[in-house]
């Protein structure tokens, strides 16, 4: 029985972040590496390592991910 294996990290230029709207935590699928999250005044709120990031201690916004292989966008709302 086959396996079915994601290719890319990025679909159409954007990384696949879910869940998006976030609410505290978001995942980046088939990656694991340096994250930075930015705001819209591209100040940089967050740094981490890994494939997830906790969003709790940021306010509500949309915000910018980057990673080595791309960048997405993210809404954040509680």
Do not use: H, W
């Amino acid at each position: 029985m086959p396996l079915s294996v994601e290719k890319n990290l990025i679909i159409n230029g954007k990384l696949i972040i879910y869940p998006n709207p976030a609410s505290n935590e978001i995942y980046i699928k088939n990656y694991f590496g340096p994250i930075s999250v930015f705001d819209q005044l591209s100040r940089n709120c967050l740094k981490t390592e890994g494939n997830s990031v906790d969003l709790s201690e940021l306010p509500n916004g949309l915000y910018l991910v980057k990673t080595s292989v791309g960048i997405g966008k993210i809404i954040l709302n509680r």
